[in-house]
């Protein structure tokens, strides 16, 4: 099971990123296939680069740190 400490501690790390341009991060759940659910709010919510944010930047980056995360989801 993926510690949700190390995740919250590894997302406190984008989010200065994402608060720059008004939007933010919030865990949700992590599964235990190691399927990471978040839920981007703020400018995040509506914007049309939110896709590219989620996988090239959060998803990359939290894999980066936590191998055992097998992919990150926007609910």
Do not use: F, H, W, Y
Not at 38 to 49: E, F, I, N, P, T
């Amino acid at each position: 099971m993926i510690d949700r400490n190390k995740v919250e501690e590894a997302l406190s790390g984008i989010r200065p990123a994402l608060e720059r341009d008004g939007g933010n991060v919030e865990l949700i759940e992590i599964t235990t296939d190691g399927i990471v659910k978040v839920k981007l709010v703020g400018a995040c919510s509506g914007c049309a680069m939110s896709k590219i944010t989620l996988k090239q930047g959060i998803e990359a980056r939290l894999k980066e740190l936590i191998p055992e995360i097998t992919a990150v989801e926007n609910v």
